[in-house]
Nanobody, 117 residues
Framework: QVQLVESGGGLVQPGGSLRLSCAASGIIFSFYVMSWYRQAPGKERELVAGIASDGRTNSADSGKGRFSISRDNAKNTVYLQMNSLEPEDTAVYYC???????????WGQGTQVTVSS
């Protein structure tokens, strides 16, 4: 059974930082592209950042220079370091695991990030 469990969300003031974690089980983690998405109220889910099995990363313009994605294959965990948070970053953040062979695609349950003073 595949599980992606996010943690690290919460309430933070503008300008603050959070580090999200996503622990995966039931998959060969190192094979998967791991990504973070977010969905704000009334908006579509959007990509925040992704990291391939070889460590290459990509990120949305909204987070460039502020957000950083990393992975630890030994711990089956992907991280999203978020700095200089803005109220516009308020959303539910979801972890995603994707492997092209077999089109395997899995989602976590999400973790709420609220940026407010």
């Amino acid at each position: 059974q595949v599980q992606l469990v996010e943690s690290g969300g919460g309430l933070v003031q503008p300008g603050g930082s959070l580090r999200l974690s996503c622990a995966a089980s039931g998959i060969i983690f190192s094979f998967y592209v791991m990504s973070w998405y977010r969905q704000a109220p009334g908006k579509e889910r959007e990509l925040v950042a992704g990291i391939a099995s070889d460590g290459r990363t990509n990120s949305a313009d909204s987070g460039k220079g502020r957000f950083s994605i990393s992975r630890d294959n030994a711990k089956n965990t992907v991280y999203l370091q978020m700095n200089s948070l803005e109220p516009e970053d308020t959303a539910v953040y979801y972890c995603n695991a994707y492997y092209g062979v077999g089109n395997s695609n899995y989602w976590g349950q999400g973790t709420q990030v609220t940026v407010s003073s």
